[in-house]
């Protein structure tokens, strides 16, 4: 061994000595050690990597090759230069620290959190344009098999629970990511867990509303200044246990601090009391003096929080009052739109804030002009493109042209096809497509829908069909589903393909991660949705028509709809009837739906040329927006 080869190997000694105490930040998060600060050997270590021939990764690399390294020494290697090097260099220093010191859990989370940067391309969900192709790390499988491990070493232990939670939920785990969450939240409820714990009780797989509000409450008393907390609160509230007491406590809290608050007039303050005191009805008069109080207070510029406003739109519209709802609504748009150019639109995000409210307001002119210079807009990356793209599209939509749209859907499959989407492309270009709808309109247009070249039920109930021909026609080539829906049915539906003349299935974007593992080669996930909703997304049927429409079909013809201006929601026997209750289904409609946008969406697609309303639905959409919701009132099948 030469003199140089020997000091080499000394060198490397001294630096593995001097870092065998060596504490990374991953160290400090899963174990709470710090660093006492340095001792003369672990100055003398880091003199020796500040000043090796041929940096330090290799100098350490080379080290364990010769068995002369330490965990700590590739350790803090790998911490020093995580900002600098490459991502493999640091999945490989940390790798050979797992093997050198397999029985600290903190090694195998320091692994993990590596592999995790590590990206490549891959589909992934994003806001506006949906599936895409992005930046997603390619080992999720070998992440959670190295938390797991972790978590075997520190079973209590609630960073490594809270870390596999996410990952495996991530994954479509929904389950076991959601017990993983429960637990770290229960053992450190900070801010982070909790927000974390109540966004995955909020997911369409998951959907346990009540338990989401209890987590949202617990973060927002941690920190009031957490909107989102406070959003959630509403949202979960209102969707899941409908305690309107409880969640008018939460709000008033902000509202009652704000200097200009219409609760500092006494009427006022005793008619939101009033309206929330109770889970109970309340009387019409009682909504409509409390709205008229609002506007005086308005007029002296006394508004109500956004949030506040947001909650009372629901609390009314529970109780039957659409029309006055999406006025407080559109007041909460232009609250928006004003708001945004005082502050200035400086990305994507505000850019989309703005042209849903603009479109809320009826403006998708202005909303199309704002987004049609991509280049403006998009910062050289290619999802950007596509997003600005993709709201330009939505916006030309609401305007009647489809032709941007056609063009933005053509461009994305370029890129790459979702399974089964070719055969969506073959079952639906230039043909002529029945969405048949499951109201009750006393039509007998059976015969018609037959007469189409492809028929399409949301939520397909064969018996019910079979026994309807009249009025439902008798074929099903295509049948959408809710992401809840499938993941509660998916056994059902695979039983379904097997017994029907039942081609394909479609889902929402975001049920990808969940079911695209399958394989299985009749379920289609829809790539995109409409993303100029300004409350929450499209229903079932615009949902659907939007999907449909990017194929160039010849004619989307609706059929059986009435839009909740009919005797029920669905005709007796195709699916079980509920009404707004604490849980119930229906609770969507008010809380993750707009009944206006929806009905102004529907009309738009008519003038795109390519969209028809049959029966009744034809009757219904040819009414003013307003008279429309005046129709649903008086229908009173929401309620």
């Known amino acids: 061994m030469s003199k140089s080869d020997a000091g080499r190997r000394d060198l490397m000694r001294r630096a593995a000595f001097g870092s065998q105490d060596f504490v990374s930040r991953t160290e400090t998060l899963v174990t709470g050690r710090k660093s006492r600060g340095q001792s003369r050997a672990a100055k003398y270590a880091q003199t020796i990597l500040e000043n090796v021939p041929g940096g330090e990764i290799r100098f350490a690399l080379a080290a364990a090759e010769e068995e002369l390294a330490t965990a700590g020494l590739l350790e803090r290697v790998a911490s020093r230069t995580l900002k600098t090097a490459k991502p493999r260099d640091i999945i490989d220093l940390r790798r050979r620290a797992v093997d050198l010191d397999p029985r600290r859990a903190h090694r195998y989370v320091a692994l993990a959190a590596a592999l995790g940067s590590e990206t490549q391309s891959r589909i992934v969900h994003g806001a506006a344009v949906g599936l895409h192709r992005g930046q997603e790390t390619p080992h999720a499988d070998e992440i959670i098999e190295l938390l797991k491990s972790a978590q075997a070493l520190a079973p209590s232990n609630a960073v490594i629970a809270f870390e596999l939670g996410q990952r495996l939920l ?149 109780l039957g009052h659409f029309a006055a709802g999406f006025r407080l609504r559109t007041r909460n748009a232009e609250r928006r739109a004003q708001r945004l150019r005082r502050s200035g639109v400086r990305d994507l995000g505000g850019l989309r804030q703005m042209m849903q409210a603009l479109v809320y307001l009826d403006n998708a002119e202005t909303a199309s002009r704002l987004s049609q210079d991509v280049k403006y807009w998009a910062q050289n990356t290619g999802e950007q493109r596509m997003a600005v793209a993709k709201l330009h599209a939505d916006a030309e939509l609401m305007l009647g042209n489809p032709e941007p749209y056609f063009k933005y859907s053509v461009d994305a499959r370029k890129d790459f096809y979702l399974p089964a989407e070719r055969k969506m492309v073959n079952l639906i270009k230039k043909k002529r497509v029945a969405i048949v709808g499951p109201a009750a309109t006393g039509e007998s247009l059976g015969s018609e829908i037959d007469g189409y070249d492809v028929v399409v039920r949301p939520n397909f109930n064969p018996e019910f069909v079979a026994a309807h021909p009249e009025s439902m026609g008798s074929r099903t080539d295509i049948a959408y589903y809710s992401g809840q829906d499938m993941t509660t049915l998916i056994d059902d539906v695979e039983s379904l393909i097997e017994n029907s003349d039942v081609q394909l299935i479609n889902t929402r974007s975001f049920s990808y991660h969940t079911h695209h593992r399958r394989n299985l080669p009749w379920l289609r996930f829809a790539r995109h949705d409409w993303s100029l909703s300004y409350h929450g997304s499209p229903l079932g049927i615009q949902r659907m028509i939007y999907d449909l429409l990017q194929f160039r079909p010849e004619e989307i013809a609706i059929f059986n709809s009435d839009f909740y201006t009919g005797s029920g929601e669905f005709a007796e026997g195709y699916r079980k009837k509920r009404s707004f209750a604490p849980g119930s289904f229906m609770n969507d409609l008010v809380v993750v739906h707009d009944l206006l946008t929806d009905f102004r969406f529907t009309q738009a697609m008519l003038k795109t040329g390519r969209v028809t309303a049959q029966g009744r639905a034809a009757e219904v959409l040819s009414r003013d927006p307003f008279d429309y919701l005046r129709d649903v009132e008086q229908a009173g099948v929401l309620r």
């Open 170 to 318: 991530e994954r479509g785990d929904a389950e076991e990511g959601l017990a993983q969450l429960e637990k770290a939240a229960l053992k450190h409820p900070d801010e982070q867990r909790l927000m974390a714990l109540a966004q995955a009780y909020r997911r369409p797989d998951i959907a346990q509303f009540s338990q989401a509000l209890e987590s949202y409450e617990h973060a927002y008393s941690l920190n009031p200044k957490n909107q989102k907390a406070l959003g959630g609160v509403v949202h979960s509230g209102a969707r899941g246990p409908m305690d309107w007491p409880r969640v008018w406590r939460t709000v008033h809290r902000i509202e009652s601090k704000r200097q200009h608050s219409p609760l500092r007039t006494e009427s006022v303050a005793e008619g939101m009391d009033s309206l929330f005191s109770s889970r109970q009805e309340v009387e019409a008069e009682t909504v409509t003096d409390l709205l008229s109080e609002l506007d005086e207070c308005r007029a002296e510029g006394k508004e109500l929080n956004p949030q506040t406003v947001g909650l009372l739109v629901l609390r009314v519209q529970f």
